[in-house]
């Protein structure tokens, strides 16, 4: 039983910060995609490096929280 809740709450925690790191993301995207005067290329790549990282890192923690689900599921077959 208590292994249950600690997988539920893994599973809460990994969509969490999966959504936490989906917002930034879309904040840092929104900074390439609004024209700025002060946006610089140098600026423009290191945004779009940014947010690629930050999808990538939220698509990881999805897939875990994803992982972690099935796990339970067994668990409770």
Known sequence: ME????????INDFKRYGFTLLALS???YLGVIIPTETVTPGKMVTL?????????????????AIKY?????????
Do not use: P, W
């Open 3 to 10: 292994n249950k809740k600690a997988i539920q709450h893994r």
């Open 26 to 28: 879309v904040f840092m």
């Open 48 to 64: 779009m490096t940014g947010t690629t990282v930050l999808l990538g890192l939220s698509l990881l923690f999805f897939t875990k």
């Open 69 to 77: 689900k099935k796990d339970l599921q067994s668990v409770d077959e």
